[in-house]
């Protein structure tokens, strides 16, 4: 509506009054038979044409609509058709009429002006926002792109080193690197800041781990995860703790080949967030606690760092992993109602 009201308002001078008086000359014509029949006051029909032409034309052509419009009343009282008045009473009834006109007039034309300035501004913020969601985009693209070449650059040192412990260590610096490269090509804007969908973000996670434990070896990882906004520095730790829980049961769960799933679900009840990695491998042995200590010190530390309570449950059906991570919707996400989940295989 107000984009038409900019439109007409545009129009040239002319085609308005040109307009605004042919409709004023119809609805005169309308009205003489009407008149003959029922007598009484014409002012209605000229009022809404004057409100009509306020709107649509500016408060200039709704002066003039209500100049004319109050001349051509006159034409229905006594004498009939003619312009001249007999009666003082039937003179304050067009003045009246003039005056509330007038008035409504004023009022609806600062009325449009509001609107067409709501309007003005309301399109100005979405091309600052769109702006800034562009700007948003490439920064993150450019961010993640400096992740991944220091992650390229990380495995071309671990290429040419020998040792398998510091293999293993710089192994697991690139997957780290590469989870914050994830983060950042995930980052949504929103009205207050950025923010990480949960849902595409463990889902992509899970993918490349996915992908890492079936080089060769009868594993899968099944993610199941609810569509939830994130902080960054939040999906950052989040994601750091997936990651290394579900390294440490790749490489240590499943020895000899063995087959087996690792389960990783992600969602939210009341104001807490939670998080289960769980596998079906051997359990946490002494030898698999002494080859997995370091990394899951790492998880207790991100844990803290999040104000989280880590739970460890394991037999020799397995190990679960259970986090539990207090939740505020960042400021930047809008609204979300919709449930997401995935299965990889």
């Known amino acids: 509506m107000t984009w038409k009201i900019l439109q007409t308002q545009r129009w040239p001078l002319w085609v308005r009054l040109a307009v605004v008086a042919a409709v004023l000359v119809v609805v005169f014509l309308f009205q003489i038979p009407l008149e003959r029949e029922v007598p009484g006051e014409p002012f209605l029909l000229f009022f809404l044409v004057v409100i009509g032409a306020t709107l649509a034309f500016g408060k200039g052509v709704g002066l003039v609509s209500v100049a004319v419009s109050s001349l051509l009343s006159t034409f229905f009282f006594e004498?009939?058709?003619?312009?001249?008045?007999?009666?003082?009473?039937?003179?304050?009834?067009?003045?009246l009429y003039a005056i509330l006109a007038g008035a409504a007039?004023?009022?609806?034309a600062a009325l449009a002006e509001t609107l067409i300035m709501?309007?003005?501004k309301t399109r100005a913020l979405e091309r600052a926002d769109a702006s800034k969601a562009v700007l948003l985009r490439e920064l993150a693209h450019g961010v993640a792109n400096n992740f991944a070449s220091v992650a390229a650059l990380i495995s071309i040192r671990s290429a040419?080193?020998?040792?398998?412990?510091?293999?293993?260590?710089?192994?697991?610096?690139?997957?780290?690197?590469?989870?914050?490269?994830?983060v950042h090509r995930q980052l949504r804007s929103g009205v207050n800041g950025v923010f990480v969908d949960s849902a595409s973000f463990i889902q992509e996670l899970c993918e490349d781990l996915n992908a890492s434990a079936a080089r060769g070896r009868p594993l899968s990882v099944l993610c199941t995860a609810e569509s939830h906004a994130l902080a960054m520095d939040q999906a950052v730790l989040i994601g750091l703790i997936i990651n290394e829980l579900v390294t440490n049961a790749i490489k240590h769960a499943f020895?000899?080949?063995r087959a087996g799933h690792i389960?990783?679900?992600?969602?939210?009840?009341?104001?807490?967030?939670?998080?289960?990695?769980?596998?079906d491998g051997i359990g946490l042995t002494p030898v698999t606690e002494r080859r997995t200590g370091t990394g899951q010190e790492l998880v207790r530390g991100l844990a803290h760092q999040l104000d989280g309570d880590l739970q460890v449950q394991s037999s020799a059906a397995g190990s679960t992993f259970r986090l539990s991570v207090p939740y505020e919707r960042p400021l930047a996400a809008e609204p979300r109602s919709h449930h997401a989940a995935n299965l990889i295989h």
Do not use: W, Y
Not at 79 to 95: T, Y
Not at 263 to 279: E, K, M, S
């Open 79 to 95: 004498p009939f058709g003619s312009l001249a008045i007999h009666q003082a009473g039937d003179v304050i009834k067009i003045e």
């Open 105 to 108: 007039v004023m009022g609806f």
């Open 118 to 120: 709501a309007n003005e």
């Open 160 to 182: 040419a080193v020998s040792d398998s412990d510091a293999k293993s260590v710089l192994d697991d610096a690139i997957e780290q690197v590469a989870v914050m490269a994830r």
């Open 255 to 257: 020895p000899h080949d």
């Open 263 to 279: 389960r990783v679900a992600f969602g939210i009840c009341g104001r807490q967030l939670h998080l289960t990695v769980a596998d």
